[in-house]
């Protein structure tokens, strides 16, 4: 479905990603992970049409992502969870997930979207009226991923979902994140608790100084020293 080849992006003459391959297959559930600074935000927000791709290519079913304008990604089914949840704080859960669904196609199924994202979070079903920035950080967060899925996206960008979250809240919902990728919606996981966005994926990219150092299985990738070592907290014999 998603597949970078080569991708480069910029920061005028500096380099934030370079020679990144990376896919996405349907249904597929693949996260990125690596140290602060590595690029994942750049890489994901590279997808979500929010950075130019300086180099290579970036397409979605075949389609040439970096020949489009960058509001015109959500209409090839993306839709971006970004790092800090980025939601209207003055304005109320219900207008924040209405405006999720600015799509033709998302509009006509607006209430149906509704209903889905509140049954998924039951959080956000209780405090629709309630102003968004007098939420919880989970409940925010839950509100911003129930956003990008009013928009009916067939593949879902997560960056940094467990950030500045308590660990039962971050368990919780990475159960959620499991649960949507359950329903058949690829996601694109961008991660820096390694162990659970392991735990969850189907395949594993490790990032480092915005160059793609190793890719995997979860299971191939924990028995790497330099993985267990530098992103586990393992010695070699665990």
């Known amino acids: 479905m998603l597949e970078l080849k080569d991708v480069e992006v ?9 020679g990144v391959s ?13 140290p602060n600074g590595a690029g994942k935000t750049t890489l994901i927000n590279a997808i979500a049409g929010l950075h130019t791709v300086a180099a290579g290519t970036m397409t979605i079913d075949g389609r040439d992502l970096a020949r489009l304008a960058p ?26 997930l209405t405006l999720g669904s600015y799509r033709a196609v998302a509009k006509r199924a607006r209430l149906d979207s509704i209903e889905r994202v509140c049954a998924l979070f039951p959080a956000v079903a209780e405090k629709l009226e309630a102003r968004a920035g007098a939420l919880s950080g989970g409940q925010q967060q ?14 879902l960008l997560l960056d940094e979902p467990s950030l500045g979250l308590s660990p039962l809240v971050v368990q919780a919902m990475f159960a959620m994140i499991e649960k949507i990728h359950a329903e058949g919606v690829a996601v694109l996981l961008v991660e820096q608790n390694v162990a659970l966005a392991l735990a969850l994926a189907d395949r594993a990219y490790v990032l480092e100084e915005g160059v793609i150092v190793a890719c995997d299985t979860p299971d191939a990738l924990r028995q790497q020293p330099h ?5 586990l907290g393992l010695t070699a014999d665990g």
């Open 71 to 96: 509001h015109r990604f959500c209409d090839e089914g993306i839709a971006i969870v970004p790092e800090g949840r980025r939601l209207f704080t003055a304005m109320s859960v219900r207008e924040n």
């Open 10 to 18: 910029r920061y005028g003459a500096a380099a934030a990603l370079r």
């Open 142 to 155: 839950m509100v911003a991923i129930a956003r990008a899925l009013m928009a009916q996206p067939k593949l």
């Open 227 to 231: 993985i267990r070592r530098a992103y």
């Open 22 to 34: 990376l896919t996405v297959g349907a249904g597929e559930l693949v996260c990125v992970v690596g």
